[in-house]
């Protein structure tokens, strides 16, 4: 049997500080509440009702994740984050409109209690919203301290043995990688100087990197990929992942793209479009915003389909993505896919998807899992990037040299045998010669 990785154990409080305290975030937050009373079930999250498969098939042990690895329990939770409007978390989940009155009101007293920290914004990289809860400083470095210090400070008053931070917050304006990100040295001059390269995601990143923190980045944004985020993730031993949750649409893209290579059923086109109001929608109907989330949710089949080796079935598809904001649904998300595809001989056919669906409530246990995982892997000594969580979001992270692994299903087994790898249980290959020598 392999050797099992020696993790610490998940004593005491674990910090969950969102940058952001919209709609995800208050969605999350309310929900561990209700599952905490038993108000409700925590459906969609992999680490609460997932099982993993030790041994053999005739073994019979399919143990809930929860049971093998040592995760944080929710009752030992403690929430916190920033946001630049001042709204504690139950105005700003009223706000949202995500959670219906009634349970609300069941976990009034637990949101009212959280609010926000003043947070690091500015309106260069989120061009749609403004508010009034904003740090100022001399210049990116000052401001990246305020964020040390208001971490350090929610530890010691919640009595928090670990934390982990999670970007919740907007999509911000696309950016490539510039010469402040080649380096930590580079970096930390460019905060100094207050380099328009570093957006206000990375001075987050860069605060909870380096306090040692691990780090999730729930939108497309660039942030802690970067090599400078990464030397400095070496140098304090923190996990870092993403990008962009795969909540809806892309959500869709990895679970039939795999099926139609897999029988390799060519692709002509795949239209793809969607409606929804809430804050994201607003802030995505600028259109530098939406050229971050658009590089984001069309990477996946380029990636899935690999048209190198397939020419003959991929080679010119022809992708198109729309997001369009549309008041009247607030954060009931609708997307349309028209996917033009041919089978045996060249014969055309067609698939179509509506997925009616609730970006939130999507959005909330992939929340939940990442800082559960994130807080596993920093006690497991795993630091850098975690591509074992690629599963969660529609742009991963991955290391240099390599290309990202966008399969759900591929993700799936990556993430389940790097829990078994860690527990020191034989890894799954499907192989099952064994059964029949």
Same mark, same amino acid.
């Given at each position: 049997?392999?050797? =099992?990785?020696?993790?610490?154990?998940?004593?005491?409080?674990?910090?969950?500080?969102?940058?952001?305290?919209?709609?995800?975030?208050?969605?999350?937050?309310?929900?561990?509440?209700?599952?905490?009373?038993?108000?409700? *079930?925590?459906?969609?999250?992999?680490?609460?009702?997932?099982?993993?498969?030790?041994?053999?098939?005739?073994?019979?042990?399919?143990?809930?994740?929860?049971?093998?690895?040592?995760?944080?329990?929710?009752?030992?939770?403690?929430?916190?984050?920033?946001?630049?409007?001042? !709204? #504690?978390?139950?105005?700003?989940?009223?706000?949202?409109?995500?959670?219906?009155?009634?349970?609300?009101?069941?976990?009034?007293?637990?949101?009212?209690?959280?609010? =926000?920290?003043?947070?690091?914004?500015?309106?260069?990289?989120?061009?749609?919203?403004?508010?009034?809860?904003?740090?100022?400083?001399?210049? *990116?470095?000052?401001?990246?301290?305020?964020?040390?210090?208001?971490?350090?400070?929610?530890?010691?008053?919640?009595?928090?043995?670990?934390?982990?931070?999670?970007?919740?917050?907007?999509?911000?304006?696309?950016?490539?990688?510039?010469?402040?990100?080649?380096?930590?040295?580079?970096?930390?001059?460019?905060?100094?100087?207050?380099?328009? /390269?570093?957006?206000?995601?990375?001075?987050?990143?860069?605060?909870?990197?380096?306090?040692?923190?691990?780090?999730?980045?729930?939108?497309?944004?660039?942030?802690?990929?970067? =090599?400078?985020?990464?030397?400095?993730?070496?140098?304090?031993?923190?996990?870092?992942?993403?990008?962009?949750?795969?909540?809806?649409?892309?959500?869709? *893209?990895?679970?039939? /793209?795999?099926?139609? *290579?897999?029988?390799?059923?060519?692709?002509?086109?795949?239209?793809?479009?969607?409606?929804?109001?809430?804050?994201?929608?607003?802030?995505?109907?600028?259109?530098?915003?939406?050229?971050?989330?658009?590089?984001?949710?069309?990477?996946?089949?380029?990636?899935?389909?690999?048209?190198?080796?397939?020419?003959?079935?991929?080679?010119?598809?022809?992708?198109?993505?729309?997001? #369009?904001?549309?008041?009247?649904?607030?954060?009931?998300?609708?997307?349309? !896919?028209?996917?033009?595809? $041919?089978?045996?001989?060249?014969?055309?056919?067609?698939?179509?998807? #509506?997925?009616?669906?609730?970006?939130?409530?999507?959005?909330?246990?992939?929340?939940?899992?990442?800082?559960?995982?994130?807080?596993?892997?920093?006690?497991?000594?795993?630091?850098?990037?975690?591509?074992?969580?690629?599963?969660? $979001?529609?742009?991963?992270?991955?290391?240099?040299?390599?290309?990202?692994?966008?399969?759900?299903?591929?993700?799936?087994?990556?993430?389940? #045998?790097?829990?078994?790898?860690?527990?020191?249980?034989?890894?799954?290959?499907?192989?099952?010669?064994?059964?029949?020598?």
């Amino acid at each position: 049997m392999p050797t =099992p990785v020696d993790i610490a154990p998940a004593r005491g409080k674990l910090g969950v500080l969102l940058v952001g305290l919209g709609a995800v975030s208050t969605t999350t937050i309310a929900g561990v509440f209700a599952i905490r009373k038993g108000l409700a *079930k925590p459906i969609g999250s992999l680490t609460q009702m997932g099982t993993i498969r030790l041994g053999k098939r005739t073994d019979g042990r399919s143990p809930k994740i929860s049971d093998v690895v040592p995760l944080a329990g929710l009752d030992d939770i403690i929430f916190g984050g920033w946001d630049i409007f001042e !709204d #504690n978390c139950y105005e700003a989940a009223k706000h949202a409109g995500v959670l219906e009155e009634k349970l609300l009101e069941q976990v009034k007293d637990e949101l009212a209690a959280i609010k =926000p920290m003043s947070a690091v914004f500015d309106r260069q990289y989120v061009k749609r919203l403004d508010g009034p809860n904003v740090k100022k400083g001399k210049n *990116k470095k000052d401001l990246a301290e305020q964020l040390v210090a208001d971490i350090r400070k929610f530890k010691a008053d919640n009595k928090c043995d670990r934390l982990v931070v999670i970007w919740a917050g907007s999509t911000e304006v696309y950016l490539t990688e510039a010469p402040c990100h080649q380096s930590l040295a580079a970096f930390e001059k460019g905060l100094v100087e207050s380099d328009p /390269a570093i957006a206000s995601s990375m001075i987050y990143a860069y605060a909870a990197i380096s306090e040692g923190i691990p780090y999730g980045n729930a939108a497309p944004n660039l942030s802690a990929e970067v =090599p400078a985020m990464q030397e400095l993730a070496a140098k304090t031993g923190s996990p870092v992942c993403g990008n962009d949750m795969k909540t809806g649409q892309t959500l869709i *893209k990895t679970i039939i /793209a795999p099926g139609l *290579k897999a029988r390799l059923i060519g692709v002509n086109g795949w239209y793809s479009t969607n409606i929804l109001g809430n804050r994201d929608g607003e802030v995505l109907d600028d259109p530098e915003s939406f050229k971050t989330k658009e590089e984001s949710k069309k990477g996946a089949l380029d990636y899935i389909f690999q048209p190198h080796l397939y020419p003959d079935l991929y080679k010119d598809i022809s992708h198109v993505v729309r997001i #369009n904001y549309y008041p009247p649904r607030g954060d009931n998300k609708e997307g349309w !896919d028209n996917i033009d595809i $041919f089978g045996w001989l060249g014969y055309p056919m067609q698939l179509k998807i #509506n997925f009616l669906c609730r970006d939130s409530i999507l959005a909330a246990p992939i929340v939940l899992d990442v800082a559960l995982f994130l807080d596993l892997a920093k006690r497991a000594g795993m630091h850098g990037i975690q591509e074992w969580l690629s599963f969660y $979001f529609k742009s991963p992270m991955y290391g240099k040299d390599l290309y990202p692994e966008h399969d759900l299903f591929i993700q799936l087994m990556k993430l389940k #045998n790097t829990l078994r790898y860690l527990k020191g249980e034989e890894l799954i290959t499907h192989l099952g010669r064994e059964y029949y020598d």
